[in-house]
């Protein structure tokens, strides 16, 4: 098993740019998590998904977006890059029933 | 408003000695802890957990203490090696278990010094 796996491993944007970063499980899980890390501020919750087809916000969301069109992956989208999204993204995800979340390896994303 | 707190940021003990990590939380609604630990340039990894039913969790070199009147956790590792240098982050649960999100900390960076 792989676990939680995340693509790009590193990305740097020019202010305006898009991308979609891409966090896929193997575990059968059904809640899917983004989070942010900066420096000082811990993990932030931007989006998450409590199964298939389904997303909902979290605690920084804005400027994100994402979609859950397959259980086993979950994409989160800039649509317009800005400098404050500089940052460190983890995915995670975790069963319906248990509070342990698996977290992937990160993707560090500067926008110039 | 920070329901999870970590009040230090940072943390040094020597090889050997006992490193003591802290968390305090502000909503009695909260029913189970976790810590998870970070290593730089990887993601989290899920570490020890406690519910609040009970008041101490133990796991080899790592101890959770729940102090629920004071709201009050603690991570004990004995003895602290060079290798348990990392990022902690405390994590809480609501009621239900199996809630659909957790609150971080902002984590405490404990440094082991050989």
């Known amino acids: 098993n792989a676990g939680v796996t995340q693509t790009p491993k590193f990305r740097v944007l020019k202010t305006g740019q898009s991308m979609t970063l891409l966090c896929a499980q193997d575990m059968n899980h059904e809640y899917m998590y983004w989070y942010r890390q900066d420096p000082g501020m811990g993990l932030r919750l931007i989006h998450y998904s409590v199964g298939e087809g389904t997303t909902a916000k979290g605690e920084v969301p804005d400027g994100y977006n994402v979609s859950r069109l397959k259980k086993q992956n979950f994409l989160l989208g800039l649509e317009s890059a800005a400098p404050s999204q500089t940052s460190v993204y983890f995915c995670?995800?975790?069963?319906?029933?248990?509070?342990?979340?698996?977290f992937g390896p990160g993707t560090r994303l500067t926008v110039l | 408003d920070q329901q999870v707190k970590q009040n230090s940021p940072s943390l040094s003990v020597q090889e050997g000695r006992i490193s003591i990590l802290n968390c305090d939380y502000t909503n009695s609604m909260f029913d189970y802890f976790l810590w998870y630990k970070k290593y730089p340039a990887e993601g989290p990894t899920f570490l020890i957990s406690?519910?609040?039913?009970?008041d101490k969790n133990e796991d080899g070199r790592f101890t959770v203490f729940l102090n629920k009147s004071a709201k009050h956790l603690s991570l004990h590792i004995v003895p602290s090696q060079p290798g348990d240098s990392a990022v902690y982050f405390c994590a809480a649960s609501f009621i239900p278990r199996g809630s659909e999100k957790l609150v971080f900390g902002k984590g405490t960076k404990l440094t082991v010094n050989p």
């Open positions: 406690i519910s609040s039913i009970k």
């Open positions: 995670a995800s975790k069963n319906r029933g248990s509070d342990t979340q698996y």
